[in-house]
């Protein structure tokens, strides 16, 4: 079998297609897998609309291949739909999931793997909105507040009946020791019933904000994004902290798994990710027509992928692949807790099933450079 693939040439982090890869990698030599063959096109960050497109036509049609993998956002994928329609060959698009799209009509050959990372974020918000008053304050960067994480964690905070206090959005583009955060500390300070934080950063702007909340003089509880969820966030937490941590991520890394033994580098979710996509060219290898991309596609959607996250199913409406998730709960002076959750159908349906209205904006990168 012959795979393309649109690799993340991140120079600001480097570490995505490295870990990516490596993960993807492991599982091919895990499994013995040594028959499939890999074309990489290597694409820019942001404004390269074009040159994806080509890159993606090269590989669909001047090299053949049989699967194209496309590590691109969902505002991307939309120059790439008439080349699945025109060659009815399989792309597979991966990335952490931050975006949804506009329309959640399936194209016949596209299937969507991801992190799940605006879902989670809207579970974290019907979490939030059962706290206390259900007042909440917002907390995010200039740059992470620009994909739709933020607006299903507050859309769906609101509808369950919270109500947002203050949007506080970080302006710095330097994350060291300059960062910092007086207003939403000077809103803390004149609003005492307000305890409540929503917050949506990357993990080094995330592990700054845990450092200054720490210190601040009241208990605040925090309901946070995927990746401030992340070890590297997480180890900025004091240990005499008073603050109580709370939001869903896709895996917990700590657990043993043959991922965590086999990859070569420290494991990520974006290994993860390079781990899960190898086993779907496994599944569409034993298939054995992987070319005859709407046949391959009907027995994708037969059959789930065993994932270090669990069991993932290809939900026949979306051509999502959907995957249990975690819910992490850290109090003051315990250990942390993972309750883990394979019952998300329901919520999942109802996700995939709300308008997107209004004018839709934000950042218009190849990929999120997390």
């Not at 974290?124 to 008053?133: D, I, K, P, S, Y």
């Not at 206090?165 to 710095?172: A, G, K, P, S």
């Not at 990859?263 to 974006?270: G, M």
Request: net charge negative; proline share 5%.
């Amino acid at each position: 079998m012959k795979v393309g693939l649109l690799f993340p040439q991140s120079n600001v982090y480097p570490g995505i297609g490295l870990d990516f890869m490596d993960g993807w990698n492991s599982l091919l030599q895990q499994q013995q897998i040594n028959d499939i063959t890999v074309l990489k096109e290597g694409i820019g960050l942001g404004g390269v609309e074009k040159e994806v497109y080509l890159k993606a036509e090269k590989l669909l049609i001047s090299d053949d291949v049989d699967v194209l993998v496309a590590y691109i956002d969902e505002k991307i994928l939309q120059v790439l739909h008439p080349l699945a329609m025109a060659t009815g060959k399989i792309i597979l698009v991966v990335n952490p999931g931050a975006n949804y799209p506009v329309n959640w009509l399936a194209q016949p050959t596209v299937v969507h793997l991801n992190l799940q990372h605006a879902f989670l974020c809207r579970l974290t918000g019907a979490l939030a909105a059962t706290a206390g008053n259900g007042k909440a304050a917002l907390a995010s960067t200039f740059y992470d507040c620009g994909y739709l994480q933020s607006a299903a964690f507050v859309n769906n905070f609101m509808e369950k009946g919270g109500s947002i206090e203050y949007n506080y959005i970080n302006r710095q583009q330097q994350y060291d020791n300059s960062f910092e955060i007086s207003a939403l500390l000077d809103f803390l300070n004149k609003q005492p019933d307000c305890n409540n934080l929503l917050c949506v950063a990357d993990t080094l702007p995330g592990s700054l904000f845990y450092k200054l909340l720490d210190q601040y003089s009241r208990p605040l509880q925090l309901f946070v994004s995927p990746m401030m969820l992340e070890q590297k966030a997480l180890e900025a937490i004091g240990t005499q902290t008073s603050c109580t941590v709370q939001g869903y991520m896709p895996w917990y890394k700590d657990e043993a798994t043959d991922l965590t033994k086999a990859c070569s580098r420290p494991v990520s979710i974006f290994s993860l990710l390079g781990w899960e996509t190898a086993l779907v060219l496994q599944q569409l290898k034993e298939f054995g027509n992987a070319a005859n991309g709407e046949a391959a596609v009907a027995y994708l959607k037969s059959a789930s992928l065993q994932s270090p996250r669990g069991a993932l199913q290809l939900d026949a409406a979306t051509q999502f692949y959907v995957a249990p998730v975690a819910k992490y709960t850290l109090q003051p002076d315990a250990a942390p807790q993972i309750e883990w959750s394979n019952d998300i159908e329901k919520e999942w349906q109802q996700f995939t099933a709300l308008p997107t209205e209004g004018a839709v904006t934000g950042w218009t990168n190849t990929y999120l450079c997390y």
